[in-house]
Structures are given as C-alpha cells and as structure tokens.
C-alpha cells in the first residue's frame, strides 16, 4: 500500500492558529473529512505524526495528539512495520438490545457471514450446568463462529446452547445459518432477557491471527446468558469483539439521580 507524500498534505494546511479550536482538533477534524469525504479510504496510510507536523507546521505532539485521537475515535489504527492506516468507524453496539448478529449487520446495511471453526456436541459439566440449568452430562451444542461483515472479521463467538429443549439443534449446518433465526422459526424460542458481563482484554494470538489485528489489540468482550420469558437458558455465550471495530452503548432508563 502507497504511503501517501507528505506533500499532498500541503493543500490542507488552513489551520486557525489564533482561534480558540485546539490545533490537534482542526487537524483531527481534517482528517476525518478526508476519510468521509472518500480521499482516504480504508487500508490507506495516514501520514506520520512527523509528516503531518512538518505540512501543518505545528509540534510533533500536537500531530501526536491528532493521530492518537483518530485511533481513539476508531478512524485509524497504528500496527508495527505498516504505521497508522485507516479503518472503518467502529460500530456502536447497543447492548440492551437481543439482536443476533446477523440480523444486527443486515439492519446496518452490512453482509453477514460466518467462518464455523467448532460446532460439538459436548456433555455439560460445572459452571455451565449452573449457568443453563441443566443437569451434569446433559448435551450441550457448543458453535465457536468467526463472524464476518463485509468480508471484515468483526468478532469471535463461542455458544453453549441446550440441546435438550432444541433436539435435533446440531444438526443445523451454523456456517450459514443464523442461531438465533433457527431458534426462532424452528423452535418458536423468543429472548426475553440476557444477564450481560463487559469487559475489555487484549487478543491472544489466535484472536490476532483470526481476526487479523494486532498481537494485544484490546478486545471489548460480552459474556452473556439469555433467556426465554419462561426463565429456560437459551444460550450461554462469550462474543469477544475488536475493540477498534466496535464501542457499547446504553440507554439508561429513567431513574433518580443519587
Ligand atoms: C449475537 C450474540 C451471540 C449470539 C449471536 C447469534 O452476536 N452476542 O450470543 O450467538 O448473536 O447470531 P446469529 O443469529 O447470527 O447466529
């Protein structure tokens, strides 16, 4: 990939430097016009912070602060040996809602697709008999899904579902079909409410390498366990989403404030 010459930079070089507007701000901003605009489309290098202090003529850690706020906004991405490239705006998951993947990216605009890298039938043991409430040695369907929008890797899934209120559930071939859409037409099964654990971790090497993203990218993991109005486990479930790819969002509903 071209790294764009600090040169074609030049052009932009328009900053108000007596106004209020913090440099790094107008330089950010630039930017981000830039990448909306189509100029700088994903997988494109940005200039360095060395490159875009010396065309705007402003301090390396004003452009530092500049790129660091691109990457924090989710617009760029820094990775060894490639420097700072542009990526896709991350997506704003809304973690009060039971959608399931693909039936999030089909209401984004986006294609969604699965790479199936595990789908099992184990005999639940420990922790998970608690969490589905089923009795120990019980089967259980276990999917781990690469899941794909646009082609982009978006988020690494692994499932625990009962087979024993969805017989036959294994049978489903999971590198097309949707989890939750089966559920759904097939078993009538409709989410009611999910106990949700966020939290964020870096990606081991698998996840890197599946996901193509750095060693250590920080992951925005989502343990959750769903259930039917009935308070029967549907799923047990751990999505561990790229963090530069995604951001959780929330409605807090009405309350008093303490
Ligand atoms: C979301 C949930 C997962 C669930 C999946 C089902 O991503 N976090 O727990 O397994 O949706 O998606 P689909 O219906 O596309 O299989």
């Known amino acids: 990939m071209e790294k764009p010459d600090a040169q074609s930079f030049s052009y932009s070089l328009s900053l108000d430097k007596n106004g209020f507007i913090p440099l790094y701000y107008q330089i950010q901003q630039a930017l981000i016009e830039k990448i909306q605009a189509g100029e700088l489309a994903v997988g494109d290098c940005l200039p360095s912070e060395f490159e875009l202090a010396r065309s705007y003529q402003v ?34 998951k809304n973690i009060m809602h039971l959608r399931g993947f693909t039936e999030d990216m089909k209401r984004r605009g986006m294609m ?3 790479r199936l890298l595990a789908q099992t039938v184990l005999l639940a043991k ?3 008999t608690e969490q589905l409430r089923v009795e120990e040695g019980s089967a259980v369907l276990q999917l781990r899904r690469l899941r794909i929008a ?11 579902i009962p087979l024993k209120h969805y017989p036959g559930l294994e049978r489903t071939d ?11 037409d097939k078993y009538g099964v409709r989410a009611a409410w999910a106990d949700e654990v966020l939290e964020a971790s870096p990606a081991t090497r698998e996840e890197s390498e599946l996901l193509s993203i750095p060693k250590n990218a920080i992951m925005l993991s989502i343990s959750r366990v769903i259930m039917t ?22 409605r807090v509903p009405t309350t008093t404030i303490e």
């Not at 790129?67 to 997506?91: E, I, M």
Request: charge should be positive; include cysteine.
């Open 174 to 184: 999971f590198s097309s079909e949707s989890l939750y859409k089966v559920l759904r």
């Open 150 to 160: 646009d082609g982009t890797p978006m988020a690494l899934e692994e499932s625990h």
């Open 112 to 114: 969604p697709s699965s």
């Open 126 to 128: 420990g922790v998970l």
């Open 59 to 92: 301090s390396r850690m004003t452009a530092r602060q500049a790129l660091h706020n691109l990457k924090s906004r989710g617009y760029a991405l820094s990775q060894k040996g490639r420097g700072t490239y542009v990526t896709r705006p991350k997506l704003e």
């Open 229 to 250: 109005t009935a308070e029967i486990p549907i799923e047990v479930a751990c999505s561990r989403y790229c963090g530069h790819r995604y951001r959780a969002s929330i």
